[in-house]
């Protein structure tokens, strides 16, 4: 999942470092007809197993420790939307529609749903659920879910993803119906786990504000159940043996908080952990020799954004001298051992599933003016720009994305050869996710794991000038606008990827970020473990359900 995993933005305290944070949702027309998405192909460490995982032996696995790269300070996604959070939280909460390893919509808490026009979404729940505290679940608790998203309030980081929305209704015990104010075609995916975690109605009024803490936990239908949480140190989870599905073999999950890379090296190494999740590529190769490591292609993007609303990002010239400046190719070779590709765009050319297809995708990111590793072009556009004797900027990164850094100071390194002094400052990931769409940083990264199998989940929220929320870049571009606008609506997917790629392709030469590569997640686990179904969302949802004894 995230090699933070993380990496995504927003305003209010987050949008998601996603992936399982998730930016805009994003969807291919109705949901009904979506069609599947192509599965990511994934390739193994020499000794390790398969890219899709290795069949496992149905055995009871009394206790699972896993790694995890930082530390959460809630666990309500609607507080704090990072990658951790949702990876966690989708443990013990569903949401009414799922997401496949592969990217398909599947059914969730709704066993079916439909949408009788383009304004309509109708989901029939599935009938028997309850919660972890034994109360039944019913469409009134689905309501109650959206409606603590939606309510100012509560200043949930996914209110965004409702805007739209014109009601919500309980239309039967176990049927409910949403009504959007206008076709959105990117609304399929809002009722996936990036979107919505549902909880009892009971229990969100009698925690309001409290929901995630220490105390109060989560409630969810999910397959397990947190009953421990220190937000400097670990999650634990219990097997819901109340939950409606295929009882998981993991009984209980221990989740630690281990930042330090080489702290969690060892600690896999004396056994006291049995693996790890979300490992920078540079990281998981030093893990070979202990566990099994796979590497998936999971679509994610990392980016420069830069803030075209200030100086001195607010010239062309300045952003020019910095694509120049970045060695995109030598990164991916040189930081990333390989296990990336360098990127042309925000969306990685595996979202386009049915949209568009891959040889058309590859032609039109082709399209897009390349600006290539060259220190001479790079010194002469910033002697065109009003700071041409050049300045001083800032770029944070968080500890749980070490080759962040590690990329942030090669850049750093070439940008001083043409007088531009660049400091480089680890941060935690807590205060990362804060600084995102603050408004208080005119160069971030930009770190995004998509949830969707759908471009239009990178592309509208941050190229769109309406998307104020999410467009950290502050990029106003009229013909970008009007192609996003006009895709949102259309449900034809061959004219929604072609107003998507053109609202691509309209705003690459403008730079409002620059795309350094399309990264690969490692996976690393004790070699008796393994996880079925590896793909690009393999970890969005009850990823621990899938975790068996290896055969």
């Excluded at 765009?345 to 032609?363: E, F, N």
């Amino acid at each position: 999942m995230n090699a933070e995993p993380g990496g995504s933005l927003s305003r209010r305290n987050v949008l998601r470092i996603a992936g399982a944070g998730m930016g805009l949702l994003a969807a291919s027309g109705v949901l009904a007809a979506c069609a599947p998405q192509p599965a990511a192909s994934g390739d193994d460490a020499a000794g390790t197993g398969s890219g899709t995982g290795a069949q496992g032996a149905d055995v009871k696995i009394d206790q699972l420790t896993l790694a995890l790269p930082s530390s959460l300070s809630s666990l309500d996604v609607g507080r704090e939307s990072g990658v951790l959070n949702y990876l966690v939280a989708a443990l013990a909460q569903e949401s009414l529609l799922s997401v496949s390893p592969s990217g398909e919509l599947g059914p969730g808490l709704a066993s079916s749903w439909k949408q009788p026009d383009a304004r309509t979404y109708v989901y029939t729940l599935r009938r028997g659920v309850v919660f972890a505290d034994g109360t039944p679940f019913t469409a009134d608790d689905v309501v109650a879910s959206i409606e603590a998203i939606r309510d100012p309030d509560n200043g949930s980081a996914l209110s965004y993803a409702y805007a739209g929305v014109s009601s919500v209704k309980a239309t039967g015990d176990l049927e409910v119906t949403i009504r959007l104010t206008a076709p959105d075609a990117m609304f399929a995916w809002t009722t996936t786990a990036g979107g919505l975690l549902v909880s009892s109605r009971t229990f969100l009024k009698r925690n309001k504000g409290k929901v995630g803490t220490s105390q109060t936990l989560l409630l969810g239908t999910g397959p397990y159940r947190i009953t421990e949480f220190a937000a400097d140190d670990h999650v634990l989870l219990e097997r819901n043996d109340a939950w409606w599905g295929e009882k998981p073999a993991v009984q209980k999950l221990k989740l630690s908080f281990v930042p330090d890379a080489g702290t969690r090296l060892v600690a896999m190494k004396s056994k006291a952990v049995d693996g790890a999740l979300g490992l920078a590529s540079d990281e998981a190769r030093s893990w070979e020799s202990a566990a099994r490591v796979t590497y998936t292609g999971d679509r994610s993007v990392v980016s420069l954004a830069f803030d075209t609303s200030k100086a001195p990002f607010d010239d062309i010239h300045v952003r020019r001298a910095f694509a120049h400046a970045a060695d995109r190719a030598g990164m991916v070779k040189g930081l990333l051992h390989g296990k990336a590709e360098v990127a042309d765009a925000l969306p990685s050319p595996d979202m386009w599933g049915d949209l568009m297809p891959a040889d058309q995708v590859r032609s039109g990111y082709d399209a897009i003016p390349a600006l290539g590793f060259d220190l001479d072009a790079a010194r002469a556009e910033l002697a065109k720009s009003a700071s041409k004797d050049g300045f001083t900027a800032e770029l944070h990164y968080p500890g749980s994305g070490p080759q962040l850094g590690k990329a942030a100071l090669a850049l750093a390194a070439a940008l001083k050869k043409i007088g531009i002094t660049l400091d480089v400052k680890e941060i935690t990931l807590e205060q990362w996710v804060s600084e995102l769409g603050s408004g208080k940083q005119p160069l971030q990264f930009l770190w995004y794991f998509p949830v969707t199998g759908d471009p239009a989940e990178l592309a509208d929220p941050y190229l769109n000038a309406a998307a104020t929320a999410t467009n950290i870049a502050h990029y106003d571009n009229a013909a970008v606008n009007s192609a996003l606008d006009s895709a949102k609506k259309s449900t034809d997917p061959a004219e929604r990827g072609k107003l998507l790629m053109k609202a691509v392709q309209e705003a690459g030469p403008d730079l409002p970020y620059l795309p350094l590569w399309w990264a690969q997640s490692a996976t690393a686990l004790s070699k008796d473990i393994v996880l079925l179904e590896q793909g690009p969302y393999a970890l969005i949802g009850p990823w621990a359900t899938r975790v068996r004894k290896a055969a």
